[in-house]
């Protein structure tokens, strides 16, 4: 599968709009899970906070995908044709969540368009895994102040 195969983002929940899955980024040449953790009453501005993962773990969810990816076109959908496939993505996604650590806070109105990253300081990721491990999302007003002084710039 070619670069331009492989989407870059797999979307595993969605509500108007992505609330968790997997992106890649070429800039930063990473792969990353990512969830939501804060939005405005709108829900058009979010903070998602992403965690490095393994290239060969995305490949191998793009692969276990590939029989819903139509010609390597992402579709907003975590969809698979086989059980057995289904119990091992879900498996890798069960491992990729949050535990301990993030590597950066996005704020954008998506994960896959212009937007403002910060490396969070560690009372701000505990903050952020507690909302995770609760199920969390919260308002975004008290989390904008991370990015005050930060350009917006794409991701991708």
């Known amino acids: 599968m070619t670069s331009d195969a492989i989407p870059k983002v797999i979307i595993t929940s969605y509500y108007d709009g992505s609330t968790e899955g997997f992106v890649r980024s070429d800039i930063l040449n990473s792969h990353f899970f990512f969830k939501l953790v804060a939005w405005d009453s709108q829900q058009d501005m979010r903070i998602?906070?992403?965690?490095k993962i393994k290239m060969k773990?995305?490949?191998?969810?793009v692969n276990l995908l590939a029989e819903s990816l139509a010609?390597?076109?992402?579709k907003p959908i975590w969809l698979f044709l086989d059980d057995e496939k289904?119990?091992?993505?879900?498996?890798?996604?069960?491992?990729?969540?949050?535990?301990?650590?993030?590597?950066f806070l996005v704020l954008g109105q998506n994960i896959d368009g212009k937007i403002k990253m910060v490396i969070p300081?560690?009372?701000?990721?505990?903050?952020?895994i507690s909302l995770i491990t609760r199920n969390k999302v919260d308002s975004i007003e008290k989390w904008l102040g991370l990015f005050?002084?930060?350009p917006e710039t794409p991701f991708f």
């Not at 289904?86 to 590597?103: H, T, V, Y």
């Open 86 to 103: 289904r119990a091992i993505a879900e498996k890798l996604l069960l491992n990729c969540r949050f535990e301990s650590d993030i590597d």
């Open 148 to 150: 005050i002084k930060v």
């Open 57 to 61: 773990v995305y490949l191998e969810i």
């Open 71 to 74: 010609s390597g076109k992402w």
């Open 121 to 128: 300081e560690q009372d701000v990721v505990n903050e952020v």
């Open 48 to 51: 998602f906070a992403l965690k």
